[in-house]
């Protein structure tokens, strides 16, 4: 398996804009927007279907492509399969479910996807909590713990609309395994203009001193929301949106390194997730700064999902405790 | 329910019956090869490998039609266990070398334990956890038919396998959306890992099932080549085929049969020696 290349960029979607302008959507909104546009650039883009077209967004695309959906109903597994056999005769397939289901079917996304390195993008939605009322059943909270496992499958989680039109660019033209992490709740735009998505590399949404916090997807805006608070005390946390895995390691050693404190926010099982893939690099550096995850210790439950985020301090006003309480732990 | 025969003249006859002698003798050449392989590995599925040689034999002798460079028929071996089977073929039929018998499961060989197309490009699809070929081969033959393209895609289960859910997923998806160029044949030798289908979990009606998910049914003896091969060319153009090969793990050839038909025990030297000899004589006095 060779290392994963820098995609090509889609003239037709790299163009678009920062969202619309208009109020905030999910990823999984600009999913399905986008998924319709590069289809009609690439006809090689299909779509394998779990009797959740509605909840996943790919609607739109069945009633522009109707031959190019393939509706497989509640089996998972046998749209895994079939996704694979399309992505092996040149297709690009989206298997699209929430990210729960979807990824439960390991053993089959093992062997059929990563072992026999079929190029299907899995498109996992309704990541953490944010499905709340549903509860643990529903939340996927534990995917990127499978998916980061196979080594040949790339893990993608866009934090706003602008990074998911030009990640799905990225995915048309990109023919290797992937999984596509997407949320249920609207988000802001968090980048800048200009921004531009490249594979591995994290960008670094608030520039600051002593603790740096790496987010990803649904957690982004949250922990600048968090940042922007600390500002008012006179602190500057850094933020970080990992919007790719596996991540660029001297990014992130620059990026830590230059902290006494480094915080990990995920909308996730502790274990597993974005905080693991990070230990690993920052345990490496030669002065290594503190670390410290918020993360999902228990299997999650029912509720609204604003209470679910303040219960487990994923909440703007518990990052900013959190950040508050471990500056003063350790101080200068 | 077995197949018809074809209702032919003489000449016919002895046509296809020097055809069926023909392959019947490049599957006692398999049996060898793939016996020599788990030989010298130490370690291989003997009795699953030699229940399907006959199948794999008449596949890759006479039906799988691979152009090279081009988008020819497809296998798939969802039993992935079985691969020293679909090795031996490929040795015989020239495509392997002979010297990479003796690599089967070594460290860095293209001939895993179970099939890894990202190893071998004569592999087209990485099996060996039970259950997941069907739907890959199902995800091909839609390919195909949105490309236009008129080929066939063949995957090979085992009837242990069919215990798996997804198997039966794979079935209900084909039969309900009537995916043609798609053959499945089930190796049907009534044993599985722990004892006999019938009594770890019976699949029993086998045909009555498959019927009723959509699949034109063919019931084939699984070591005669002539009836594999007919079934094969009569099956249904416009839906999906399934063929349910009856065999016998372990079967060597018309009255013999390694280790009792095992499903995973070595041959000890001695065995081993026995079956080559035996299958030699077959070569030797055979058809």
Not at chain 1, 242 to 261: I, N, T, W, Y
Not at chain 2, 59 to 88: M, N
């Amino acid at each position: 398996m060779t290392e994963r290349s820098e995609g090509v960029e889609s003239t037709a979607v790299t163009g678009r804009p920062c969202g619309d302008g208009g109020a905030p959507k999910s990823t999984r909104d600009w999913f399905g927007a986008a998924l319709v546009e590069i289809a009609r650039e690439y006809d090689h883009v299909v779509v394998v279907n779990c009797d959740l077209a509605k909840a996943t967004r790919t609607l739109p695309f069945k009633e522009e492509f109707p031959d190019r959906f393939f509706e497989c109903g509640i089996a998972e597994a046998n749209a895994i399969g079939v996704a694979a056999g399309l992505a092996q005769e040149g297709f690009r397939p989206f298997v699209a479910s929430f990210g729960h289901f979807l990824t439960g079917k390991f053993l089959e996304i093992f062997q059929t996807v990563g072992l026999n390195d079929a190029g299907v993008v899995l498109v996992g939605t309704h990541a953490g909590l944010a499905i709340g009322r549903d509860g643990p059943t529903q939340m996927g909270l534990r995917d990127l713990a499978l998916m980061r496992t196979l080594p040949n499958v790339g893990v993608f989680q866009p934090a706003d609309g602008a990074e998911t039109w030009q990640m799905m660019a990225h995915l048309a033209t990109d023919r290797r395994p992937a999984y596509l992490r997407l949320c249920r709740q609207p988000l802001p735009e968090a980048h800048a203009d200009g921004y531009r998505f490249r594979f591995g590399v994290p960008p670094v949404l608030r520039a600051g001193a002593d603790v740096a916090v790496f987010a990803m997807g649904g957690t982004v805006p949250v922990a600048v929301e968090a940042a922007d608070r600390l500002a008012a005390d006179g602190l500057a946390p850094t933020v970080v949106n990992v919007s790719s895995l596996p991540v660029d390691r001297a990014a992130v050693e620059r990026l830590a390194g230059g902290h006494r404190q480094v915080l990990v926010v995920e909308d996730h099982y502790a274990v597993g997730g974005l905080a693991d893939e990070l230990a690993r690099i920052v345990l490496g550096l030669p002065d290594r700064p503190r670390f410290d995850v918020l993360a999902v210790p228990d299997y999650g439950q029912a509720g609204p999902p604003e209470d679910l985020y303040r219960r487990y301090r994923l909440d703007a006003e518990g990052i900013a405790a959190h950040i508050a309480a471990l500056l003063q732990e350790a101080p200068a | 329910m077995r197949a018809e025969r074809t209702v032919a003249g003489p000449a016919v006859d002895l046509a296809r019956r020097a055809d069926a002698d023909r392959i019947a003798r490049l599957a006692t050449r398999c049996r060898l090869v793939l016996l020599e392989m788990i030989h010298r590995a130490g370690s291989g599925h003997a009795g699953s490998s030699l229940s399907c040689a006959d199948i794999v034999s008449v596949l890759r002798f006479d039906q799988l039609d691979r152009p090279p460079g081009g988008p020819g028929d497809v296998f798939v071996l969802s039993k992935g266990h079985a691969a020293p089977a679909w090795y031996a073929a490929l040795v015989v039929g020239g495509d392997l070398p002979a010297g990479e018998v003796g690599t089967l499961r070594a460290l860095d060989s293209r001939l895993q334990g179970h099939p890894d197309r990202t190893r071998l490009g004569l592999v087209d699809v990485s099996t060996g956890a039970l259950g997941q070929g069907l739907s890959v081969a199902v995800g091909r033959a839609l390919a195909r038919r949105l490309h236009g393209r008129d080929s066939t895609v063949y995957c090979l289960l085992g009837d242990g396998e069919c215990q798996e859910g997804q198997v039966w997923e794979a079935f209900l998806y084909a039969g309900a959306r009537r995916v043609p160029g798609l053959v499945a044949i089930i190796d049907h030798n009534g044993s599985q890992s722990d004892g006999a289908v019938a009594d770890i979990l019976p699949l029993y009606p086998l045909p009555e099932k498959l019927r009723a998910f959509g699949w034109h049914v063919a019931e084939v003896d699984g070591h005669d080549h002539g009836e594999l091969r007919d079934a094969l060319r009569r099956r249904d153009r416009d839906a999906p085929t399934v063929i349910i090969a009856h065999t016998r793990k372990g079967r060597l050839g018309p009255d013999r049969v390694l280790l009792d038909g095992s499903h995973s025990d070595l041959p000890s030297a001695a065995e081993y020696a026995a079956a080559v000899d035996y299958l030699e004589t077959l070569l030797e006095t055979g058809p």
